[in-house]
């Protein structure tokens, strides 16, 4: 599979816990996203990578997020001390220059 | 920042029908107008985009259109098919200056056989 990948596609965590979540892109792209999406909403932007720069951040992107794409590879996004509203869905995309984005399956998170 | 509305929110055809849906825009430097679709529990994929230099794009039995002036965008599904029933995002993005997209919140596309 050639797609964007996402790992793990199902994390359930304690209220407080901390998790990573890891996103192969597709290799080419140069440019790495990450979305947050609850249900019933659209994707919303959290932030994005061109390369291994971390190029723009969003106001929902916390202190207790962080997200390093190594190397300008694979994508990790932190959250610490998770919370209940943290639940949701977490997107990948990449993509080549200003093209559309190929998203990928997601990380779904449930705070308990 | 960005403002992308989307209507309808619900959106019910027969097989066969037209199915239209519709997005406003707030930025004018927004240039680039990608429309993705979304099954139960399966990732947005990018099925027709339409950038600014351009008024319509057709693919098949899908396409887009552009009114800049007005600053809206509608999808057109014709023929539509059971397969077709889906969740329809549009979104907006201001292409090479940053490309984050702005998501509208989505049409409940039923087609009922």
């Known amino acids: 599979d050639t797609g964007v990948s996402q790992d793990p596609r199902h994390k359930i965590t304690k209220r407080g816990q901390n998790v990573t979540f890891r996103c192969d892109p597709i290799?080419?792209?140069?440019?790495l996203y990450w979305y947050r999406q609850t249900l019933g909403q659209g994707p919303e932007f959290l932030t994005y990578f061109q390369n291994e720069a971390q190029l723009e951040k969003s106001r929902l992107l916390s202190d207790r997020f962080s997200a390093e794409r190594p190397k300008g590879s694979f994508s990790t996004l932190e959250i610490q001390r998770t919370e209940q509203g943290d639940s949701a869905m977490y997107l990948c995309?990449?993509?080549?220059?200003?093209?559309?984005?190929?998203f990928g399956s997601g990380t779904r998170l449930t705070v308990v | 920042g960005e403002n992308v509305e989307q209507h309808p929110s619900t959106l019910s055809v027969q097989e066969g029908d037209s199915a239209v849906i519709k997005c406003t825009y707030s930025d004018s430097a927004s240039n680039y107008f990608p429309w993705y679709k979304q099954e139960l529990g399966k990732r947005p994929q990018l099925i027709i985009d339409?950038?600014?230099?351009?008024g319509e794009k057709k693919d098949q039995r899908i396409a887009v259109t552009l009114n800049k002036t007005a600053k809206h965008f509608s999808l057109h599904i014709t023929e539509t098919q059971p397969e077709d029933s889906a969740v329809y995002f549009c979104?907006?993005?201001?292409?090479?200056?940053?490309?984050?997209?702005?998501f509208g919140t989505g049409t409940s596309l039923t087609v009922i056989p």
């Open positions: 339409i950038r600014s230099n351009v």
């Open positions: 290799s080419e792209h140069n440019r």
């Open positions: 979104a907006a993005s201001k292409g090479h200056t940053g490309n984050q997209f702005y």
């Open positions: 995309a990449s993509s080549l220059e200003d093209n559309g984005y190929t």
